[in-house]
């Protein structure tokens, strides 16, 4: 297993590199009060292992030439993974937590896990090789995925929503092909924690709320860390009452949990949208064109379901309180009724002191937050 402990001066130079804050010697050493020839002893220790770099670069036209610090190629990598139900996306990123390159495969996740990962390995290898990177490079890897995890074993533990995959050891998977640590989170987590990278800490508390054929959440706490819980599960939303229909069936088998009566896959099965010839894909597209036709049942159907959104979102700002929400999946994208339904529902029922500085808003297009996610969690473990 690689490692890149560091003691605690490197541990704060690299940080500091990383994230921009110091990229020179002079920089370094003016910001942490050590004496220059204590950090130049550590940086070139430091180069010397590849964990920098240092080249020259020109501060303005007219500046003279000073030396710049960079990571260099020993202080790591991450592989990021988003497993989406018909995609997996994957990122290389290292201890800046920046997306450095992408790739994506198709490939379904009602495949059997071996079969996925061979895909998902075999893109990993091209995008390491497309950056002259090698296996030995990656330190890290962060697996997102849309169902429930058992975070502390990196088991995923959903039958209904992987089917297959249930008690499948994907962390330990992950570890044996790259031979180094990895983390597997829930997506909802992974978005959350992207979201946040994204917009900064002013947002604080922020819940992510992901509307899609299930419906789940991740909250960043005020102090900017993913609240799981004690076991991991904290923020699997979909099986609150809140906004639930006590005569409809949900997939736990239970009844009233909100996630039966107002998910993207509660709407598709009532409007009877699926068949046999029809994959979830597909149900959304005819779903996506019912409402652009201006479908009179698929409209109220929607309607209904943002409504009953808001009241489950109503209740999380009363217990959770954010300053911000950001909502993503699906289900928000259908249609700009579905954002103005949980809104007006959140601001009519939730307590006024909790809405008073609230901010609810639809994530940003073309943001992969949940690789974001992942990869600022690589890029913290490198750092560690
Ligand atoms: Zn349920």
């Not at 018909?86 to 201890?95: G, I, M, V």
């Not at 059997?112 to 890290?140: C, F, I, M, W, Y």
């Not at 005020?222 to 409809?248: C, V």
């Not at 259908?334 to 639809?362: F, K, Q, W």
Request: charged share 20%.
């Amino acid at each position: 297993m690689k490692s890149t402990s560091l003691e605690l001066v490197p541990q704060i130079i690299l940080r500091m590199v990383a994230s921009g804050v110091a990229t020179s010697r002079a920089n370094i050493s003016r910001q942490t009060g050590m004496a220059r020839s204590t950090i130049g002893h550590h940086v070139d220790q430091m180069i010397g292992r590849g964990l920098l770099s240092e080249e020259t670069a020109r501060e303005g036209q007219r500046g003279r030439p000073s030396l710049g610090l960079r990571l260099g190629r020993s202080a790591g990598f991450t592989i990021a993974l988003d497993f989406e139900r018909s995609f997996t996306h994957l990122a290389l990123s290292d201890a800046t937590a920046a997306l450095l390159d992408t790739e994506e495969v198709r490939v379904s996740l009602s495949s059997s896990p071996t079969d996925v990962l061979d895909l998902v390995l075999a893109s990993a290898k091209e995008l390491l090789e497309r950056n002259g990177l090698l296996n030995e490079d990656v330190h890290q890897v962060v697996a997102s995925i849309p169902a429930p995890v058992d975070f502390v074993n990196g088991v995923t533990a959903h039958r209904y929503i992987m089917p297959g995959w249930e008690g499948f050891e994907l962390r330990r998977s992950l570890s044996a092909y790259f031979d180094a640590p990895a983390l597997v989170d829930n997506n909802a987590n992974m978005m959350a924690l992207g979201a946040f990278t994204e917009g900064g800490p002013a947002q604080l508390p922020l819940l992510h709320l992901h509307l899609s054929m299930g419906i789940g959440a991740g909250l960043i706490t005020a102090d900017g860390k993913i609240h799981r819980g004690a076991d991991g599960s904290a923020g699997d939303i979909g099986h609150l009452k809140a906004g639930g229909n006590r005569d409809l069936v949900c997939i736990c088998g239970k009844t009233g949990c909100v996630g039966a009566s107002a998910s993207l896959r509660a709407v598709i099965t009532q409007l009877r949208i699926h068949d046999e010839d029809s994959d979830e894909i597909n149900d959304e597209h005819r779903l996506r064109g019912l409402i652009k036709s201006g479908d009179p049942a698929a409209t109220a159907a929607v309607r209904d379901a943002a409504t009953r959104l808001g009241e489950l979102t109503a209740e999380l700002v009363d217990i959770f309180n954010p300053r911000t929400i950001i909502l993503g999946g699906e289900m928000v994208r259908l249609t700009d009724e579905v954002l103005a339904g949980i809104r007006s529902v959140v601001y009519r029922e939730a307590l006024p002191i909790a809405t008073r500085n609230l901010s609810i808003s639809m994530e940003p297009m073309g943001k992969q937050l949940a690789l974001l996610g992942a990869a600022k969690v690589g890029a913290l473990a490198l750092l560690s």
